[in-house]
């Protein structure tokens, strides 16, 4: 009987090695150190690519067209990235490579955060296949068109008409393939909108088993009192919910990460799904408007703001809302623009450009707000205790929320690695990759990414940890990352020996 045994395993490993010669891979990667994405340790084995997929993962050599000796490198599945405002770059067709991304091993992102994407999301896909990818796609239904659609930029409640009316036009972008609803609760017409008519509108979503995504309505002094109000969307009909970008913003919030972090976990601890994406910066970016302006002075979009800075009686309560906000605030707000008529403030705190004036910071910000009332800023409001606190939690993943000038939009993935990784050791590289691969498409419902696992798309890279390396600056954010040998998305090769190829060979991901 045990040499029988023997005999049969042998048979079948003599079987494996047999099959495994008799491949024909397009490409094989030997010797890597190799990450599977399941937050498990590394592991020495070699990975073939043919054609779109993964189709071999092993210790064997097997034969392909091309042979890449990775010795002394690591192997994962390519970074997806949870939040992005990636469509700004692609819809500008010159960036469509996605260079950003790419350098920074990102083979996948998510647009339509914080409820700007379109409820026309077929429409969408089109275009975006036709213009080219270099990374993958998934998109959200975003909150803001829809409702803007219905209601305009008014600060009023839908009727039973409006809200099936909002619900119909989710209901056609989920049926596209959608991977979820997002929302953005401090932006115009979003901020209106109430607890219930949310809800509401992701059980509509949800139907298609979609996961409702949110940048909360506070993330500063009320930020408690925020996530009580995501969790109850999510916990009325017990369905998960995201929450991107987690942050306690502003001195008087700082240490609250801990009461948050209390609140999510109790909810997890009743079988509700929360989970969260973070960026590792302690400054965040959005714009000036939705930074400093009161909600009641959005209401009717940017012409009607304006408008109220020639109304004696509004230009002097907006005023008074301003200077009711620490001087602290202005010190940490950065003016950040490509805009040419801007270029003598850029860069510079809105307390920095009050003083060369030689006026009041609310007569400052208004005058910006004439120059530009779109543009975007950097806010230092953040504590690095904080960020770490949020970092160390088994259901935070990474994104970054880039696509300005800020570094998040280069270094993001990068700097995790770098910093959080290697020098201050918040996590292991095995957690670090899992937390941007296997756990978001598993979180996601995004099938066959994620893992390095044979039939799975070849979304993979290649790299040496002690290689890579930061560029991006506030001060110059513009720098892409270094350290990426190999990237590799769909099976085509985006980076090779370092260097972007040009590929698109980006495509969409549905639900």
Request: net charge neutral.
């Amino acid at each position: 009987m045990h040499i029988r045994l023997v005999l049969t395993i042998l048979l079948h490993l003599l079987s494996i090695g047999l099959f495994a010669q008799q491949q024909k891979a397009n490409v094989l990667i030997k010797n890597a150190c190799v990450f599977i994405g399941d937050g498990k340790d590394s592991v020495f084995m070699n990975v073939a690519i043919t054609n779109k997929r993964i189709s071999y993962v092993g210790k064997e050599l097997i034969n392909a067209d091309e042979v890449i000796d990775a010795k002394g490198k690591y192997l994962a599945p390519g970074f997806i990235d949870t939040h992005t405002h990636a469509d700004r770059w692609i819809e500008d067709r010159k960036r469509n490579q996605m260079l950003p991304w790419i350098y920074q091993g990102v083979t996948s992102v998510f647009a339509g955060n914080d409820g700007f994407g379109t409820y026309k999301v077929a429409e969408q896909m089109k275009k975006y296949q036709q213009i080219g990818m270099g990374t993958n796609f998934a998109l959200y239904v975003g909150f803001g068109p829809v409702r803007q659609a219905v209601l305009g930029d008014d600060n009023k409640m839908p009727d039973a008409t409006q809200i099936l009316q909002m619900k119909t036009m989710i209901a056609s972008g989920m049926q596209s393939g959608a991977i979820g609803f997002s929302t953005g609760l401090i932006y115009l017409p979003q901020m209106y909108a109430k607890t219930d008519e949310i809800a509401s509108l992701y059980q509509e979503a949800a139907k298609w088993n979609a996961i409702y995504d949110t940048h909360m309505r506070n993330e500063g002094a009320k930020v408690l009192e925020s996530i009580d109000e995501t969790i109850k969307i999510g916990a009325d009909f017990n369905l998960p919910i995201h929450i991107s970008h987690l942050k306690v913003s502003g001195e008087s919030a700082w240490g609250k990460s801990e009461e948050v972090i209390a609140k999510i976990n109790a909810a997890r601890a009743k079988g509700l799904k929360v989970t969260a994406n973070q960026y590792p910066f302690i400054a965040s970016m959005t714009s000036l408007k939705a930074t400093l302006m009161p909600d009641w002075a959005q209401e009717g979009g940017a012409k009607a703001t304006l408008a109220r800075f020639e109304n004696e009686d509004e230009l002097s309560k907006i005023k008074r809302s301003l200077q009711q906000k620490s001087p602290l605030v202005y010190k940490r707000v950065v003016l950040m623009s490509k805009d040419q008529k801007l270029a003598q403030i850029t860069g510079k705190s809105v307390a920095q450009i009050a003083e060369e004036w030689g006026v009041p910071v609310e007569d400052a910000v208004i005058t910006i707000f004439k120059m530009d009332i779109g543009v975007s800023c950097v806010n230092f409001s953040m504590s690095e205790e904080d960020v770490i606190n949020f970092m160390k939690q088994p259901w935070v993943m990474t994104g970054s929320d880039g696509g300005g000038l800020h570094p998040r939009t280069y270094a993001t993935f990068t700097k995790i690695i770098t910093d959080y990784v290697l020098q201050k050791k918040v996590m292991s590289m095995s957690w670090a990759i899992h937390r941007a691969t296997g756990l978001t498409a598993e979180t996601f419902g995004i099938k066959d990414r994620g893992l390095v696992k044979e039939g799975f798309y070849a979304d993979l890279i290649v790299f040496d940890p002690k290689k890579v390396k930061v560029n991006s600056t506030f001060a110059n954010p513009e720098q892409l990352s270094e350290g990426m040998e190999y990237v590799f998305v769909n099976g085509v090769k985006a980076v090779e020996q370092g260097k972007g190829t040009g590929s698109l060979s980006g495509e969409i991901i549905k639900k």
